[in-house]
């Protein structure tokens, strides 16, 4: 994994970064001026755990904090977790023929960013897959709206993303695009095996080479008026009918 010095703010990034990676957390900003439980609970937290605490203002927090709300709370990171794509083909191995993988093509906003993440994460999904040009990195707002997933979930940045769903189908990985003009339904789909899903960025959806190395292209029926969803609740719908057909 690649590793980088960043901050995260906000009560359930860091709390989580605090939970589930504690020795690549540096030190914690708490607003000293603050009475909220929640920041005791972590600043309490992180001292059993070695991690050096600091009570500061406000100001000091907006300026690690950035335009993200940090809600009284940062934390110096040493670790972005994001993997290599060396490391995919070992992942969906070790799935034993039940991968899932959620593909993200392009996704720029890090607020639909980490909410695909939290959404795959709440799934169960093996990892996330994302191209490490035009896409949003894995950043403390991405963290932030991930609630914690970008610290549980494998989020792989891979250089060529067409290269690398060849790689998965070589490895038995069943590859369905979403596309609103596609004539099939998701819901037609078999998805109990090794599966990624794959989905389009905000503003062009899936990109012709991406389009090209599917095996299928399938849409979300939808009855209503609205042409599409937003990229974080389709990445929702879909792999929550993953879990679905998985579970029966």
Known sequence: MSKQNQWIVGVNAVASSIDNDADHVREVLIDGS?????????????????????????QALD?????????????????????????????????????????LDGVQDPHNLGACLRSAAAAGATAVV???????????TVRKTSAGAADRLPVVSVTNLARCLRELQKQGVWIYG????????????????????????????????????????????????????????????????AVRQRAS
């Open 63 to 103: 300026g690690v904090g950035g335009q993200v709300r940090h809600q009284g709370v940062a934390a110096r990171y040493a670790a972005a977790r994001t993997w290599d794509e060396s490391e995919l083909a070992g992942l969906v191995e070790a799935a034993e023929g039940k991968a899932l993988l959620l593909v």
């Open 178 to 241: 979403l596309a609103g003009e596609a004539d099939g339904s998701l819901y037609a789909l078999d998805l109990k095996g090794n599966v990624a899903l794959v989905l389009g960025g905000e503003a062009d959806g899936l990109r012709r080479l991406t389009r090209e190395h599917c095996d299928g292209l399938v849409k979300i029926p939808m009855p209503g008026e609205i042409e599409s969803l937003n990229v974080s609740v389709a990445a929702g719908v879909t792999l929550f009918e």
């Open 130 to 140: 994302i191209p490490k040009d035009k896409s949003a990195p894995v950043n403390a």
């Open 34 to 58: 603050s009475k909220n439980p929640r920041l005791t609970e972590i600043e309490e937290n992180a001292r059993r755990k070695g991690i050096d605490v600091r009570r500061v203002n406000t």
